[in-house]
């Protein structure tokens, strides 16, 4: 099989992508990234096609459209292809080029995400999170699924957990990673937000005989990143702190964190991160820090799910120690997500390579 994955280069689309690729047995991949001209020809394709996405194009006129608006050298690159059985793409701006480029090389067209405002009806498969359930009538070309498809999975964590102790200098123990998000409308981590998590680390952490392993993003305010850095950077019990704009021996300390950690505390506000860390087969809590709006977002109806399967537990930053030691107590593992599995056995049968077509479960 050889699948052809389209990239705006936002980092979120890419994991997503290159976790479904990387799970494909036997599949040659050829990365492509798009760039349009200017945005308002992004835009106005996304009209266009929300139009005549239905109607038969010839060849020459798509490539005119593309020549129209991409940039020479995606435009070139586009024309070099061929032989291609799968079209993959994440994310809106990518949506009406799968489309037409899947009908110039007769490959089949795959969407992560709801293409707006295209919609889904004319991909031949469509991948939704659970927060996308709604807005989609049952088809036969939608998969579902609770979160994000993305690279990480217990396999993956375990084989790198020796060779990342041994590069940090580390010992066998009890090893807690925290995940930082940052701001959006609906929630944000304050400075009183991480002087709590600081002092709940500071007392917990020792009496537990644990290690604390924490990573900032880019969207974590600057006066709280820089708070979280002194404050946990070269203490005893913090071994490893990460902001993603500084170097490290690490080759990627953000998974490294995930590898190595029996209990993973993840900011609510990052969907992904919680994805991800849902897939690693750790024990995952999922922090509330302060909230902007009244409102819970939309989200939080998929944390309460995932927690009704056992998969993550929820916490308010007031309970954080509490749920620390009874976490750590606790035998019983969570439930492990296992999105990018659906989604590989989805396309799949699309193609035709899973001989019994009644077998999966996870199309409508």
Known sequence: MKILVLSDKKPGHYKQSLGIVQKIPDCRVEWVEIEYRAKWRDNLLRVFMCVFQGVPLSSGFIQKMFKW??????????????DTDVIL???????????????????????????????????????????YWDKAKPSDNICQTIGVPNPISPELLDTDKASIMQSLNLQEGIYIGIL?????????????????????????ISKLNAKVLITTSRRTPPEVNSYLK??????EWCPLFVEPTTPSELEDPYQ????????????????SMVCEAASSGRKVSVLS???????????YSIYEYMEKQSIINQCKLTELDKQITRELNCQTLDNQLRDTEKVV???QHLIGKVEDKNETSYCN
């Open 180 to 204: 930082i998000g940052g701001s959006d409308r609906h929630e944000t981590i304050t400075m009183d937000d991480a002087m709590h998590l600081h002092e709940i680390c500071n007392t917990v």
């Open 69 to 82: 608006c991409l940039t020479t050298q995606t435009y070139n690159t586009l024309l070099k292809l061929q």
């Open 289 to 299: 820090l302060t909230q902007k709006r009244k409102k819970l977002p939309k989200r």
């Open 256 to 271: 490294a964190i995930l590898s190595l950690s029996e209990l993973l505390i993840v900011s609510a506000d990052s969907f």
């Open 89 to 131: 793409s994440t994310g809106s701006s990518l949506g009406a080029i799968n489309l037409l480029l899947s009908r110039t090389l007769h490959a089949k067209s795959v969407t992560c995400l709801r293409p707006s405002p295209i919609g889904i009806r004319h991909f031949d498969l469509a991948i939704l999170p659970k927060l």
């Open 230 to 235: 002194s404050s946990f950077e070269n203490v």
């Open 345 to 347: 056995i989805a396309i």
